[in-house]
């Protein structure tokens, strides 16, 4: 069966420090895969969805990038953290082949920058 | 563009009661429809699902109903327990690229 792991669980970061949250996919081959922000109270922000080994596609202008450098890996990433980035990230891949496309999440990742 | 409008919360019921939470969608093309639930701290679950008209998704009690007339997808669940707090989104999904969320519906269960 497939599985998604993702870490660290929680963070605590100063501001300006850097960032990296690692997804990774087990069980699959070629998901397309998303990093989703979560701010508190508030609903889902698709930040980057990938197609692809080294394929990115960015949905909001920000102070963070994504890498996908192996086919069930996704990083998101900044070199230097500003407060608006707090908040509750959420990897996750939907199959590319057939199905209505649901998506399946990781537990998420709580970052608070300080 | 797609969107998914739900219920405003947050939604505060007693044990037992009778549960709707509201979504309507806008969509180009055929979409299939999803609710999803997320737990406190923790990422979001698939609840239910339906991937075209008419057809009911149920889960755990939870039921939608794909209503292409109206574009509607309410979830329902007869009787909730304290178990079923957590938030609720309302999503579709056009092809095997981006899904489009609801903002999420709060809902408490009291005992």
């Known amino acids: 069966s497939q599985t998604i792991h993702q870490w660290p669980a929680t963070l605590v970061q100063p501001v300006g420090s850097p960032l990296s949250l690692e997804c990774t996919v087990e069980?699959?081959?070629?998901?397309?895969l998303y990093w989703y922000r979560q701010a508190a109270g508030r609903g889902l922000q698709l930040l980057f969805y990938s197609v692809g080994i080294g394929q990115i596609s960015s949905e909001v202008p920000q102070n963070l990038s994504a890498s996908r450098p192996q086919d069930r890996q996704f990083i998101l990433s900044s070199k230097k953290l500003l407060l608006s980035d707090s908040g509750f990230y959420l990897c996750a891949w939907r199959e590319v082949s057939g199905g209505p496309g649901e998506l399946f999440f990781g537990e998420g990742s709580r970052l608070t920058v300080l | 563009g797609n969107s998914v409008t739900q219920m405003e919360g947050p939604v505060t019921l007693s044990e037992e009661a009778f549960l709707t939470i509201n979504c309507t969608y806008t969509a180009t093309g055929y979409p299939s429809l999803f609710w999803y639930v997320q737990y406190p701290g923790e990422g979001l679950q698939l609840l239910l699902k339906?991937?075209?008209?008419?057809d009911k998704g149920s889960n755990k009690g939870f039921e939608a109903t794909y209503r292409k007339e109206t574009t509607s997808f309410h979830l329902e669940k007869g009787s909730v327990q304290v178990s079923d707090s957590a938030v609720y989104f309302c999503?579709?999904?056009?092809?095997?690229?981006?899904?489009?969320f609801g903002d999420g519906t709060t809902l408490t269960v009291k005992p």
């Open positions: 999503a579709l999904n056009t092809n095997a690229g981006k899904s489009t």
């Open positions: 339906a991937t075209k008209a008419d």
């Open positions: 069980g699959t081959s070629n998901p397309n």
